[in-house]
């Protein structure tokens, strides 16, 4: 397995989300995916849960991976999510969904490098 960075694995994004999110609300939006590394997703959903990040903003490829394991979460069903290839889509998308005051948040988990 090649070496990543660590702001790319899952326990640093987590730890991002529990510093950038502090204020739980539906508003927030986080960016996530990238080349799946067969990392294991299944502590964020209920990260993004406890913090109430409203939207997941998915890329390939580990993003299928993220999606089934928030949609594996029934207390998630209020995170909205957007699979996308496009950064330009992803921000526009962001720009649109997050609330005033809230937190967009990008680095996703997988980094495409």
């Known amino acids: 397995m090649p070496q990543v960075a ?4 899952p ?6 989300v529990d510093v950038r999110c502090r204020e739980p609300r539906v508003g927030h939006t986080i960016l996530l995916g ?12 209920g990260k993004l849960v406890e913090h109430k990040v409203g939207n997941a903003i998915l890329f390939p ?8 394991a ?3 979460i029934p207390a998630a069903d209020f995170i909205k999510t957007f699979e996308t290839e496009s950064m330009e889509a992803a921000v ?3 720009y649109e969904n997050t609330e005033k005051g809230s937190v967009r948040s990008g680095s ?4 495409s490098q």
């Open 6 to 9: 660590q702001q790319t694995a």
């Open 11 to 16: 326990s640093p994004v987590i730890a991002r």
């Open 34 to 45: 990238g080349i799946n590394r067969g990392y294991d997703f299944s502590a964020l959903p």
């Open 61 to 68: 490829e580990s993003g299928k991976d993220i999606l089934a």
């Open 70 to 72: 928030i949609k594996n």
């Open 92 to 94: 526009k998308y962001a």
């Open 108 to 111: 996703p988990h997988s980094s």
